[in-house]
């Protein structure tokens, strides 16, 4: 049965009533008038449209870059379509990533996104050789909720905590975490011939580019400056803890040894540590150099 006219009208005066306050709200908690807030979401909306567009002519005047790039993969086991469309994958990660204010040249800096999202698919193609799809499946699911946990919690999470969010049991964990970990022959035939090795097309890490070199010197430089801001005890248990100016890193135990106190205290100390990192004032200045 249809509501009479005097209820549907009494039911958007109370919709209007509701938006009226919402808008005298808005109003009270940003100090500008609506027409104010009105027109910085037009300009906003604006900007944004520029930035996309800018964007996008950048992502196409640097097509060929990807498709030199993408030819000295050939014969390595990807068509050398999925080989551009890898790479573009890359050149639109480094359009999102760059910043000009930094003086470098972007096919420079583009050019390592894109190498690195063609061989890490290309490795990705080699693993699957080894490693069955469902349990690539289950190894990718494993990383990403292990990411998330990193986040919640700001260390890694234990293959029981892992079972536990996942509904595994926690042997199978163990399981997938020894063969995500396992690594990658660099004998491994590459291509239908097979007349090519994993090894061939990965790039040797071991030598470091300039602008690698400049960036790492420049992160070195900013987790001092934020390290500095904790308790010299706070500053020394993240660096044991995540092997910061160390050779390796340490286990809570070991920590805690160095301390003469116990894991669980290090625990302690860690979270209201990374609690503070987490401040704006100090995460801000470490944000930049992420690389997802």
Known sequence: MNKPWS????????????????LQQIEEETGLTIEQVKDIN??????????????KEMVEANLRLVISIAKKYTNRGLQFLDLIQEGNIGLMKAVDKFEYRRGYKFSTYATWWIRQAITRSIADQARTIRIPVHMIETINKLNRISRQM?????????????AERMLMPEDKI?????????PISMETPIGDDE????????EDTTLELPLDS????????????VLAGLTAREAKVLRMRFGIDMNTDHTLEEVGKQFDVTRERIRQIEAKALRKLRHPSRSEVLRSFLDD
Request: aromatic letters at 2%.
């Open 42 to 55: 037009r300009r906003m909306s604006i900007g944004e449209a520029k930035a996309r567009r800018a964007k």
């Open 7 to 22: 209820e549907k009208l009494h039911d958007v005066s109370e919709e209007v009533h509701r938006a009226l306050q919402k």
């Open 150 to 162: 990193l986040q919640e919690m700001g260390r890694e999470p234990t293959p029981e905590e892992l």
């Open 214 to 225: 400049a960036t790492t010197e420049s992160l070195r430089a900013a987790t001092h400056d």
């Open 195 to 202: 007349d090519s090795h994993l090894g061939d097309f990965i």
């Open 174 to 182: 163990r399981k997938v975490l020894k063969i995500a970990k396992e």
